[in-house]
């Protein structure tokens, strides 16, 4: 079965840095997509940061030159780097994986995504 089981959330000072963690089992990093998510209560999901298998990471304007996503392959391992947290990054974040090798940037929009982790909270204030 396949799984995303995440890590690395918690609650930071506003200008704090975390980076989130993703390791995936019953499913390999490979030409794949992967992606971060994000989700305030009462709202719909946010895609934060894409990274195709085989591309350029594409990331929210919101989080744009704060974020960075990044993968190991060796370890199937997923990353989210997050710098200068703000208040309004407070949300509860999402590992997603999907089977396809394109589009990765234009499914996220839509939240189209199969595979999702169980979700790791992050708390600025």
């Known amino acids: 079965d396949v799984q995303l089981v995440e890590s690395g959330g918690g609650s930071v000072q506003p200008g704090g840095s975390l980076r989130l963690s993703c390791v995936a089992s019953g499913y390999r990093y490979v030409n794949s997509c992967m992606a971060w998510f994000r989700q305030v209560p009462g709202l719909g999901r946010e895609g934060v940061a894409t990274l195709p298998g085989n591309g350029r990471p594409n990331y929210a304007e919101s989080v744009q030159g704060r974020f960075s996503i990044s993968k190991d392959k060796a370890k199937n391992t997923l990353y989210l780097q997050m710098n200068s947290l703000k208040p309004e990054d407070t949300a509860m974040y999402y590992c997603?994986?999907?089977?396809?090798?394109?589009?990765?940037?234009?499914?996220?929009?839509?939240?189209?995504?199969?595979?999702w982790g169980q979700g790791t909270q992050v708390t600025v204030s």
């Open positions: 997603a994986a999907d089977e396809r090798t394109y589009d990765c940037y234009s499914a996220s929009l839509s939240g189209g995504y199969k595979y």
